[in-house]
């Protein structure tokens, strides 16, 4: 059964930045997409970034291109989520999640496996 490990999030201020890191188990990580999503109080689901197995093609919102990194390392089945320039707008919980192919990688309903999230604030 494949888990999903968030860590990283944290109260920063804006301007500030934070890595958040998403430890996979239960599944073969090198095969999978990785995607990273936020959702904000009283808000729906949003994409943030993903990238594919092997961190060739990457895909970002447009509120965090510029900002944000996805990267992951397949030796540590482990993805990271690079946050620059914290807007208190970024203020969610920010939730990994892992699929098997590359298509659709922008839509949470393609995405099978995820994490409990980690909260990440930022204050004005």
């Known amino acids: 059964q494949a888990q999903l490990v968030e860590s990283g999030g944290g109260s920063v201020q804006a301007g500030g930045s934070l890595r958040l890191s998403c430890v996979v188990s239960g599944l073969s990580f090198n095969w999978h997409s990785m995607g990273w999503f936020r959702q904000a109080p009283g808000k729906d689901r949003e994409f943030v970034a993903a990238s594919t197995w092997n961190g060739g093609n990457t895909d970002y919102s447009d509120s965090v291109k510029g900002r944000f990194t996805i990267s992951r390392d397949n030796t540590k089945n482990t993805a990271y989520l690079q946050m620059t320039n914290l807007k208190p707008e970024d203020t969610a919980t920010y939730f990994c999640?892992?699929?098997?192919?590359?298509?659709?990688?922008?839509?949470?309903?393609?995405?099978?496996?995820w994490g409990q999230g980690t909260q990440v604030t930022v204050s004005s």
């Open positions: 999640a892992a699929k098997r192919n590359s298509v659709q990688m922008a839509k949470g309903e393609a995405y099978n496996s």
